[in-house]
T-cell receptor, first 115, second 111 residues
Framework: NAGVTQTPKFRVLKTGQSMTLLCAQDMNHEYMYWYRQDPGMGLRLIHYSVGEGTTAKGEVPDGYNVSRLKKQNFLLGLESAAPSQTSVYFC??????????????FGPGTRLLVL | GQQLNQSPQSMFIQEGEDVSMNCTSSSIFNTWLWYKQDPGEGPVLLIALYKAGELTSNGRLTAQFGITRKDSFLNISASIPSDVGIYFCAGLRGSNYKLTFGKGTLLTVNP
């Protein structure tokens, strides 16, 4: 099992450009999440999904869109990047029906710099 | 939204020392979790706590779920250089699988 993987690992964008971050998990988890991590702010939830075809807003959803067309993939899109979106983005997944249902498994992160 | 107050924000200790950090909240949580994040990596779960008063160990790590359900602490005994990283507490309420994270404690261990 690869667990949770994220692509790309690092990206530099210019203000106004768009991009999509891809998260994939091979654990057949139902729930998936996107967080951003900024210095001194901890992890903040952007969007999450409780199943294929469903998405919901988290704590800081503005400027982001997501899609969960396949159970194993969760995409995070930035339509028009802004410098305030410079951050490290983490994807996570969890299995609500599993023994450790509260455990979220995290990917290695995507470092995004918006100039 | 809900907030977890995690302290201290950072610690700089000598190898071999014990470490203690804690999280408090104004809200009740049903589950408390402690994660560690190594530099350049994603967070990894260390300990999960499910009942008020529960004390759980994982090697040199010990964590407790506060009696009031509004706090938790993590102790690391006899620290070693590989303990370096950011430690996060996280709380879960009811059947809502959205975790609330603390802002983290940055631990530096001087060999």
């Amino acid at each position: 099992n690869a667990g949770v993987t994220q692509t790309p690992k690092f990206r530099v964008l210019k203000t106004g450009q768009s991009m999509t971050l891809l998260c994939a998990q091979d654990m057949n988890h139902e729930y998936m999440y996107w967080y951003r991590q900024d210095p001194g702010m901890g992890l903040r939830l952007i969007h999450y999904s409780v199943g294929e075809g469903t998405t919901a807003k988290g704590e800081v959803p503005d400027g982001y869109n997501v899609s969960r067309l396949k159970k194993q993939n969760f995409l995070l899109g930035l339509e028009s990047a802004a410098p305030s979106q410079t951050s490290v983005y983490f994807c996570a997944s969890s299995d609500p029906g599993g023994l450790r249902q509260e455990t979220q498994y995290f990917g290695p992160g995507t470092r995004l710099l918006v100039l | 939204g809900q907030q977890l107050n995690q302290s201290p924000q950072s610690m700089f200790i000598q190898e071999g020392e014990d470490v203690s950090m804690n999280c408090t909240s104004s809200s009740i949580f049903n589950t408390w979790l402690w994660y560690k994040q190594d530099p350049g990596e994603g967070p990894v779960l260390l300990i999960a706590l499910y009942k008020a008063g529960e004390l759980t160990s994982n090697g040199r790590l010990t964590a407790q779920f506060g009696i009031t359900r509004k706090d938790s602490f993590l102790n690391i005994s006899a620290s070693i250089p590989s303990d370096v990283g950011i430690y996060f507490c996280a709380g879960l309420r009811g059947s809502n699988y959205k975790l609330t994270f603390g802002k983290g404690t940055l631990l530096t261990v001087n060999p």
